[in-house]
């Protein structure tokens, strides 16, 4: 307990640092993946077989491979392209196209949880695929959605570790300082499970409470319940 | 970027010696999740006094920490407090403790699943709380746990590659190895073999569960 203390004392400043990284690498992986990961869902949907294959592949390619490959690739393997990333774009980049899988997953689930006879009815009052989609199926989708999203917020909070790897200045990075820094490797790390669990508890119960809330609506939505795919 | 310079039998083979131990690592940690987290969930679902609320606060925590901080935890702060482990050990310590907690959730889920009509009925039919668990509970939860039971095994197969931090020589590892030789030309050709070699097992295994749930789907 000593430990944790003195690691807390003297590098609370780098704690705090890394504790907002992690974050904002995680908001803005978020924000990335939702987008990549509602075109995905919407081209496995698309009334159009290559589109289907090309949203399908993307998501078991990325559902299979560790997410620490997909950062080495943006990280490491984009050197070969004469192009060279720092930890945090190349890590908050893998942890974006990783994460998308699991959202476009989501995403889908949610889509056809809404019934068929809307899409129809959108159709045949005159608007297009794309307006039916953009106007009537996605709005009501996003609530059925919103708790897997969050769950996946939270494996990003967690996944975002990775960064410290190459250094990313996340926590996990600043962690590793302290511990090295400091040679009380417990006491640091211990502070650091604290410092993640201050994020993550937090949302683990915004995000049952979310899922309690979906288990009161129609049966229907429930079939996106099943889209809560690990990170 | 050189495909036959990266892919050489002899770097091949050494990627493969690494697969060998990510599936040693994870299938270790497979078996030991499974029953302590079997375990974890039959002594919460049983509402052991003390015992129960304990585990559930622990369940809790592990879930909600990165894997990435457990395994370095286990290697480099247990030996702080006298616990020393040797890679591959720690590699499979830290992998089970926070596999079991995972698996433990989706076990105790399955036991909820069942419905209470059944264990009252068992038990004024005159089975013990423990016969009505081993007989009427536990072989239904368990054939509606094998679907996220395997994707769960599938993230434990990819997590392992986490363990790349405290050098355990599995298949992530030993790709970086090769590539940091010659990043240039070697880097994407080796991460492509390496997801390759990821993909088709977590592929395989993900089918499988996929038809092990629709057979059983047939059966209800």
Sequence with gaps: ?231 | MDFRAALTPEHILFMLDGFRVTLLVAASAIVLSFLFGTVIAVLRYARVPILAPVLGAVVEALRNLPLLLIIIFTRFALPDIGIRLDVIASAIVALTVFEMAMISEIIRGGLLSVDKGQIEAARSTGLTAFQTLRYIVLPQALVRMIPPTVSQFISLLKDTSLAVAIALPELLHNSKIIYNANPSRYVVPVLLFAGFLYFITNFSLSQLALTLERRLRIEH
């Design chain 1, 1 to 231: 307990m000593g430990d944790v203390l003195y690691v807390l004392e003297h590098y609370y400043p780098y704690l705090i640092r890394g504790f907002f990284t992690t974050l904002l690498v995680s908001l803005i992986a978020l924000a990335g993946s939702l987008i990549i990961g509602i075109v995905v869902a919407v081209l496995r949907i698309a009334p159009l077989k290559a589109l289907n294959a090309v949203g399908r592949a993307y998501v078991e390619i990325l559902r299979n491979i560790p997410l620490l490959l997909v950062a080495f690739f943006f990280y490491h393997g984009l050197t070969a392209f004469g192009l060279n990333l720092d930890g945090f774009t190349a890590g908050t980049l893998g942890l974006t196209v990783y994460t998308a899988a699991f959202i476009a997953e989501a995403v889908r689930a949610g889509i056809q949880a809404i019934p068929r006879g809307q899409m129809e009815a959108g159709l045949a009052s005159g608007l297009s695929y794309v307006q039916t989609m953009r106007y009537i199926i996605l709005p009501q989708a996003i609530k059925i959605v919103i708790p897997p999203i969050g769950n996946q917020f939270l494996n990003l909070v967690k996944n975002s570790s990775i960064l410290s790897l190459f250094a990313g200045f996340d926590l996990m990075y600043w962690s590793d300082y302290a511990a090295s820094d400091s040679f009380k490797t417990f006491g640091a790390y211990i502070l650091a499970a604290a410092f993640y669990l201050l994020m993550t508890i937090p949302l683990s119960i915004a995000v049952r409470t979310l899922e309690g809330r979906l288990h009161r609506l129609p049966d229907r939505s429930r079939a996106a319940q099943a889209a809560y795919g690990e990170g």
